[in-house]
């Protein structure tokens, strides 16, 4: 038996999320069916973390293991040749059977692209959020700065969340301002489910002039999802990079800088 972990890279617009699914219409479901072709026999693959629908990957991390000998190049160039055009392995790596695609990441870095002009977007259509008011930058970066280190981030936190605990350590919170595209970067070793777009929500609220930075503070000091703002668009959402310790010498694929 070997252990594999694949680099993979996906559209997530086509799918209904990461998860499986009972249609088989998952970005699950998709590679699991090309690696199983590849391998001769049922395969089936843990991520490092799931992304709704619509949520987009530059690099998400899977492992799977398997009876079939094949070379490495055969994981990437087979799997992508039985993959639609919308999800891509980008590198294989055989690893031990201590590695986990999971519980083995040390960190996961998000990055949400906005584009904030009165009119919603054409060309980056299902690859970018959009809001049509005004956005005050500074003031976002202001309440952002409430969010990083340890919390409990329950104001952020989906009702249909899974996770042990609501406490996370949030290490950047970037935001970045390129004409008319605001680009955050989002950095924590790990995240509840819908957090991000949350955060992105409260954040938009502060930028538009909606509440004081300070507000963002005394959401999360309250635990209340109701205090918080709604849910923000999926669009803009990629899941940008894993991060392990360097003792499973996984490789590092080169990722685009979605940015426009």
Not at 132 to 151: C, D, F, I, T
């Amino acid at each position: 038996m070997m252990r594999i972990a694949l680099g993979v890279e996906y559209d997530g617009s086509p799918f209904s999320g990461w998860q499986s699914q009972l249609d088989g219409h998952s970005v699950q479901d998709t590679l699991q069916a090309a690696l199983s072709g590849i391998a001769g026999e049922p395969v089936s693959i843990i991520a490092a973390g799931r992304t709704d629908t619509g949520v987009h990957a530059l690099e998400q991390v899977v492992h799977f293991d398997t009876h079939a000998k094949r070379p490495l190049s055969a994981w990437v160039r087979g799997a992508n040749a039985l993959l639609p055009d919308s999800v891509s392995v980008l590198w294989a790596h055989e690893v031990p059977e201590e590695f986990h695609a999971r519980f083995s990441a040390q960190a996961r870095s998000y990055r949400y692209v906005l584009i904030n002009r009165p009119s919603r977007t054409g060309v980056h259509h299902g690859k970018a959020g959009w809001f049509h008011a005004p956005l005050n930058v500074e003031a976002m970066r202001e309440a952002a700065q409430y969010l990083l280190g340890k919390h409990d981030f329950s104001a952020f936190r989906s009702s249909e969340c899974q996770a042990k605990t609501p406490v996370k350590n949030l290490a950047q919170l970037d935001i970045q301002k390129n004409g008319d595209t605001i680009i955050f970067d989002i950095n924590a070793d790990a995240f509840l489910h819908h957090m991000v777009r949350n955060i992105i929500g409260c954040l938009v609220y502060v930028g538009k002039g909606k509440h004081p930075p300070l507000w963002v503070k005394e959401v999360l000091e309250s635990r209340n999802r109701s205090r918080a703002a709604p849910t923000f668009a999926p669009d803009g959402l990629y899941l940008r990079r894993i991060v392990y310790d360097a003792k499973w010498r996984l490789p590092q694929a080169y990722l685009a800088d979605v940015s426009w």
